[in-house]
């Protein structure tokens, strides 16, 4: 019986972590801040599927578009709406998708989920189709057609601007900042009995967990920003087994995998 005033308790989404395809020999020194410099790895390209509450989740969307790759060394890459299928979902269910960060492999599928609402934290929305375009901004790794698909979607009314920290983006799901991967990414705390975070590209690695270290930042100057935000997802999750990085392929061999899709929760 919920008490009179009393909060209804946080829906228990099921997480899968999808995986589209794989970026071979990566350099780990762009993951993880002063590791060796020939140091290579596989490095996993995720979305996360989150059910529950009557709604369909993704977070991130991937990437289609033919330029990005001729940039990398690409294997096994399958469309994001077609991952999604191996996890028994169409991409015209999806109701929502929450985008942690504008870079075109997170952004670069929103035209996939064309009946999606999308939610982005405001400051990133508006930097990202502003300023960083002109003098004296900063626009690397952000596609040009992602911003004006992210634009069209916004005028068609389907676009939920978050306003910052801490703050409750669909039931039980809560939206964090502070990691500043880009101008103003977030990173996601899925409550329920186990909590877990999903970071995306605001912790590549468990490695980045494990030692404390940031990843690629904003700016030089967000470095300790990066790591103070590393703590804190442990914090929020439990335990820092229970925060998954974007790009580590551990998180197929950690959590129970069939194919391409590991259950997390």
Same mark, same amino acid.
């Given at each position: 019986m919920l008490l009179l005033g009393?909060?209804?308790?946080?829906?228990?989404?099921?997480?899968?972590?999808?995986?589209?395809?794989?970026?071979?020999?990566?350099?780990?020194?762009?993951?993880?801040?002063?590791?060796?410099?020939?140091? =290579?790895? $596989?490095? !996993?390209?995720?979305?996360? #599927? *989150?059910? /529950?509450d009557g709604r369909v989740i993704i977070v991130d969307s991937g990437f289609?578009?033919?330029?990005?790759?001729?940039?990398?060394?690409?294997?096994?890459?399958?469309?994001?709406?077609?991952?999604?299928?191996?996890?028994?979902?169409?991409?015209?269910?999806?109701?929502?998708?929450?985008?942690?960060?504008?870079?075109?492999?997170?952004?670069?599928?929103?035209?996939l989920f064309p009946n999606a609402t999308i939610h982005i934290q405001r400051e990133e929305y508006e930097y990202y189709t502003g300023p960083a375009w002109r003098e004296g901004g900063s626009h690397g790794g952000i596609d040009e057609e992602d911003?004006?698909?992210?634009? =069209?979607? $916004?005028? !068609?009314?389907?676009?939920? #601007? *978050?306003? /910052?920290?801490?703050?409750?983006?669909?039931?039980?799901?809560?939206?964090?900042?502070?990691?500043?991967?880009?101008?103003?990414?977030?990173?996601?705390?899925?409550?329920?009995?186990?909590?877990?975070?999903?970071a995306s590209d605001n912790c590549y690695l468990f490695r980045n967990l494990d030692t404390h270290t940031a990843g690629a930042t904003f700016r030089p100057e967000d470095r300790a920003g990066n790591e103070v935000a590393l703590e804190r997802m442990a914090r929020l999750a439990g335990s820092p087994t229970r925060v998954i990085p974007g790009h580590d392929p551990l998180q197929f061999e950690r959590f129970p995998s069939q194919g391409r899709v590991a259950r997390i929760r």
């Open positions: 009393a909060a209804p308790p946080a829906p228990e989404y099921t997480i899968e972590a999808v995986r589209y395809g794989t970026i071979r020999d990566f350099r780990t020194s762009g993951l993880v801040m002063g590791a060796d410099p020939a140091e =290579r790895m $596989n490095i !996993a390209m995720v979305l996360w #599927l *989150v059910r /529950g289609h578009r033919p330029g990005w790759f001729r940039s990398f060394d690409f294997s096994d890459y399958l469309r994001p709406d077609s991952a999604l299928l191996q996890a028994g979902v169409e991409a015209s269910d999806v109701t929502d998708l929450i985008l942690t960060h504008a870079h075109w492999d997170h952004m670069g599928g929103i035209d911003v004006l698909d992210l634009v =069209r979607r $916004n005028m !068609a009314g389907k676009v939920v #601007l *978050v306003d /910052g920290d801490d703050v409750e983006v669909l039931p039980g799901i809560r939206a964090y900042t502070g990691a500043r991967h880009t101008y103003a990414s977030q990173y996601l705390l899925v409550e329920g009995d186990q909590p877990f975070v999903l």
